[in-house]
């Protein structure tokens, strides 16, 4: 049982704009920053969004982050077929003095 | 651009311990943090903890004390991680990560490791 909750799975057909949420508790993303990551298939992760919703260098900005209260959202818009892969939220937890993940959100792309 | 190289995959028995390595090239690797996350097979990330290789200090998850290791040697820029009494469920594949702390908010990981997996076998 993961400390951060998603949703298992998501889909979206090309060009669709489609969301993942990511919730917590005061302990974590209440009081921490949220951080994204993707893992394609088969490969490591990669930093997609640091700090409730700054994107790397190389990230598009069709990647877009959010957090309000106990709760982020990962928005994806322009779905692509490469965009494909399962999608990691994590924060600090003050209580565990730990780095949480959710459980992972599988994107498919119809 | 700071890349991280692993060590290759290692089949171990229960009972003991495995070593992994992380070599850095390309970047600074002193005043960063270095973290270790695992991935059981089909599951999600599991943060195990990181060092500050400048610094020496490390921090660890609960779940872990006692039972890994994390060290760095700065003179070949490579960090290290030993998780020792290896059981069934240990079987996972081992991530690096640079991180630009090992405690509170702005713990992150980027880039990672190409990944290194053990397989615990009775």
């Known amino acids: 049982q993961s400390v951060l909750t998603q949703p298992p799975s998501a889909s979206g057909t090309p060009g669709q704009r489609v969301t993942i949420s990511c919730s917590g508790s005061?302990?974590?993303?209440?009081?921490?920053?949220v951080y994204w990551y993707q893992q394609l298939p088969g490969t490591a992760p990669k930093l997609l969004i640091y700090k409730n919703y700054q994107r790397p260098s190389g990230v598009p900005d069709r990647f877009s982050g959010s957090k309000s209260g106990t709760s982020a959202s990962l928005a994806i818009s322009g779905l692509r077929s490469e965009d494909e892969a399962d999608y990691y939220c994590a924060s600090w937890d003050d209580s565990l003095s730990g780095q949480v993940f959710g459980g992972g959100t599988k994107l498919t792309v119809l | 651009q700071v890349q991280l190289v692993q060590s290759g995959a290692e089949v171990k028995k229960s009972g003991s311990s495995v070593k992994v390595s992380c070599k850095a090239s390309?970047?600074?690797?002193?005043?960063?943090?270095i973290s270790w996350v695992r991935q059981a097979p089909g599951q999600g990330l599991e943060w195990m903890g990181g060092i500050i290789p400048m610094l020496g200090t490390t921090n660890y998850a609960q779940k872990f004390q006692g039972r890994v290791t994390i060290t760095a040697d700065e003179s070949t820029t490579t960090a290290y991680m030993e998780l020792s009494s290896l059981g069934s469920e240990d079987t996972a594949i081992y991530y690096c990560?640079?991180?630009?702390?090992?405690?509170?908010?702005?713990?992150?990981?980027?880039?990672w490791g190409q990944g290194t997996l053990v397989t615990v076998s009775s």
């Open positions: 990560a640079r991180s630009p702390s090992i405690v509170g908010a702005t713990v992150y990981f980027d880039p």
């Open positions: 390309g970047g600074t690797f002193r005043n960063v943090g």
């Open positions: 005061s302990s974590n993303i209440g009081d921490n920053f």
